[in-house]
T-cell receptor, first 115, second 113 residues
Framework: NAGVTQTPKFQVLKTGQSMTLQCAQD?????MYWYRQDPGMGLRLIYY???????DKGEVPNGYNVSRLNKREFSLRLESAAPSQTSVYFC??????????????FGSGTRLTVV | RKEVEQDPGPFNVPEGATVAFNCTYS??????FFWYRQDCRKEPKLLMS???SGNEDGRFTAQLNRASQYISLLIRDSKLSDSATYLC??????????????FGAGTRLAVHP
């Protein structure tokens, strides 16, 4: 099925470990995004990529790095995980939604726990 | 103050009820408005866009009041399957000129038999 694929779905890290969250979309979208979602808060933008080869910081970029490897793939890296990074992470890409408006398609999420 | 504010709920309603959710946003420059639905432990999915003239999709009606910076979602004849969290979403501009989505924390709806 077409859409946004994220891996892994679950991960437990120890403080200080590193890891990369992978995201790929097959809808030929230019824009891709990484969000985190914490209880009682809306999704917050970590980084985004408006097109292949470009990346920019969102609202909460500290502690993260990203790579837009090609048009399909946008990865998020935690170099030294901290307990404050325990969250649910969503990758999204932007295309043409219903009503002629742009709509974001989200991946199924990665539940990350840092202990 | 949060950029997008919603009543967290939960709203507990019986099947067949009509329920309304409200949302306020702080950025008067916001151009586009949406309602997303998020099921428990799942990703958000676009429910509908919201237009100034109001728009309807089956049992769902969305309204926008730009002057009051207020958005609403009305669900008629609630179904068990409507149980979810409803996210109010507005757009804002990055410094680079690109749009970004600003999410409310969501309103939880529980429809019971």
């Amino acid at each position: 099925n077409a859409g946004v694929t994220q891996t892994p779905k679950f991960q437990v890290l120890k403080t200080g470990q590193s890891m990369t969250l992978q995201c790929a979309q097959d809808m030929n979208h230019n824009s891709m995004y990484w969000y985190r979602q914490d209880p009682g808060m809306g999704l917050r933008l970590i980084y985004y990529s408006a097109s292949e080869g470009t990346t920019d910081k969102g609202e909460v970029p500290n502690g993260y790095n990203v790579s837009r490897l090609n048009k399909r793939e946008f990865s998020l890296r935690l170099e030294s995980a901290a307990p404050s990074q325990t969250s649910v992470y969503f990758c999204a890409s932007k295309g043409q939604g219903r009503y002629g408006s742009y709509g974001y398609t989200f991946g199924s999420g990665t539940r990350l726990t840092v202990v | 103050r949060k950029e997008v504010e919603q009543d967290p709920g939960p709203f507990n309603v019986p099947e067949g009820a009509t329920v309304a959710f409200n949302c306020t946003y702080s950025n008067s420059a916001s151009q586009s408005f949406f309602w997303y639905r998020q099921d428990c432990r799942k990703e958000p999915k676009l429910l509908m866009s919201v237009y100034s003239s109001g728009n309807e999709d089956g049992r769902f009606t969305a309204q926008l009041n730009r002057a009051s910076q207020y958005i609403s979602l009305l669900i008629r004849d609630s179904k068990l399957s409507d149980s979810a969290t409803y996210l109010c979403v507005v757009t804002a501009l990055f410094s680079g000129g690109y749009n970004k989505l600003i999410f409310g924390a969501g309103t939880r709806l529980a429809v019971h038999p």
